[in-house]
């Protein structure tokens, strides 16, 4: 799972992320440039969410739009006044989403680099 924060609208992001993951499924490494992003933008114009789904913030339960169903989907919050929330996730349900604040990242940090260290050493 995914999640980004954005100042842009929600579902522009939600639109590169389907087609980065529609590249991937078709094979494709490394970057793209700029003119196939912008190629794709104006083929594709907007995209309607498919459905509303309840999502856990902060405790609460909140209503996201979504893109998709089944294993592969992408779900979009843009409440008053703040950042977009945009998730983008596989093979987890969305009512198993619980999303809460993080004050502090080191502690996600040094377990990512523990990972990282231990997926390096030889078996």
């Not at 104006?42 to 339960?61: H, M, N, Y």
């Not at 979009?76 to 983008?88: G, L, S, T």
């Amino acid at each position: 799972m995914h999640v980004v924060s954005t100042c842009d609208p929600a579902d522009r992001l939600v639109r590169d992320l389907r087609f980065e993951r529609t590249l991937g499924d078709r094979g494709a490494t490394g970057p793209v440039d700029r003119e196939t992003v912008l190629a794709h933008r104006r083929r594709t114009g907007g995209t309607s969410a498919e459905d509303l789904v309840e999502i856990k913030f902060d405790g609460q339960p909140r209503t996201f739009r979504r893109w998709g169903t089944g294993h592969r989907w992408y779900a979009a919050r843009e409440p008053d006044r703040h950042p977009a929330i945009v998730i983008a996730a596989r093979h987890i349900d969305p009512d198993e989403v619980a999303l809460v604040p993080v004050h502090d990242i080191e502690p996600y940090l040094a377990g990512r680099r523990d990972r990282i260290r231990a997926h390096r050493q030889p078996g």
